[in-house]
């Protein structure tokens, strides 16, 4: 199948996923009876946006038809798609195969700043979410990173096809979820480069979890949240998991989870690591 082909499609399960989720009373519409269809009907959507039922249709089933960025954006808000929804929407127009000009290595500034961040837990992602440099705090927290080898040397690997991990994360399966939703966010522009498609059948092969909700198309910008950690030798652990934007280098992201106040677990995991 052309590219072109490809990304009509996946505009259309991502606009037929977004409309399933929507039950009718978030949009102020009346739920009726004899309602076959989870979420919207196609109709109901066209009305919101403004658009005819029969372009809609189109939009949806991946025809060949033109839909300008200002029509998109109405669809999305009919929708109830949240920024990165929307950004989304609009990346799913282009064949997915942008050029990133991403270092091969975590430049020295970077690797200098996990150091500093220590005893916190960090380290670098690159474009497709695989790690490229990481802290002696992370090791410790995650011990198996150094062993991996690519393409499984990736945080989406780790997540989903690491039965170990969902031990070490306390509430695994909200994690990986909300992680999922912010992956596809943040590389809609390359999901169909060679790296990203074999990541993904692996994955999909791989995690049953990853196979099922990968289809679901959820999208999320990044979150401040707080992570726990279950470990084998320092316990309980809690962090404030931040993510950082290297401007000199936009393609590479520096993930931090950083101490809470008033909390010792970064201190506890430094010290413990030796009873492992």
């Known amino acids: 199948m052309s590219g072109g082909a490809d990304h009509r499609r996946e505009l259309a399960a991502f606009l037929r996923a977004r409309r399933e989720a929507i039950r009718p009373e978030q949009v102020g519409l009346p739920v009726g009876r004899g309602r076959r269809t989870p979420g919207l009907r196609r109709e109901e959507v066209a009305l919101l946006a403004g658009v005819s039922v029969t372009w809609y249709t189109w939009l949806e089933q991946g025809r060949r038809i033109n839909a300008s960025d200002d029509v998109l954006l109405a669809i999305g808000r009919a929708l109830r798609l949240d920024e990165a929804g929307q950004d989304h929407l609009l990346a799913l127009t282009d064949p997915g195969t942008a050029d990133v000009d991403a270092p091969a290595e ?57 039965p170990a991990t969902r031990e ?88 931090a989870q950083l101490p809470v106040p008033d909390d010792d677990s970064a201190e506890r995991l430094s010290v413990r690591h030796y009873l492992v």
Do not use: K
């Open 106 to 162: 975590a430049p020295s500034a970077l690797t200098r700043l996990l150091d500093s961040l220590m005893p916190a837990p960090a380290y670098v992602l690159g474009p497709r979410w695989e790690f490229v440099a990481w802290n002696t705090a992370q090791e410790r927290l995650y011990p198996r990173i150094v062993e991996l080898e690519p393409p499984r040397r990736n945080l989406l690997w780790v997540l989903f096809a690491d």
């Open 168 to 255: 070490l994360i306390i509430d695994w399966d909200i994690h990986a979820r909300q992680a999922l939703a912010e992956f596809r966010s943040a590389t809609s522009a390359i999901r169909h480069d060679a790296a990203m498609t074999e990541l993904i059948d692996l994955l999909c092969e791989e995690s049953a979890e990853f196979a099922a909700w990968w289809p679901e198309h959820d999208v999320s910008g990044f979150e401040t949240r707080l992570r726990r950690f279950q470990h084998p030798a320092a316990g309980e652990l809690t962090f404030e998991y931040q993510q950082l934007a290297p401007v000199e280098w936009p393609s590479l992201r520096v993930v």
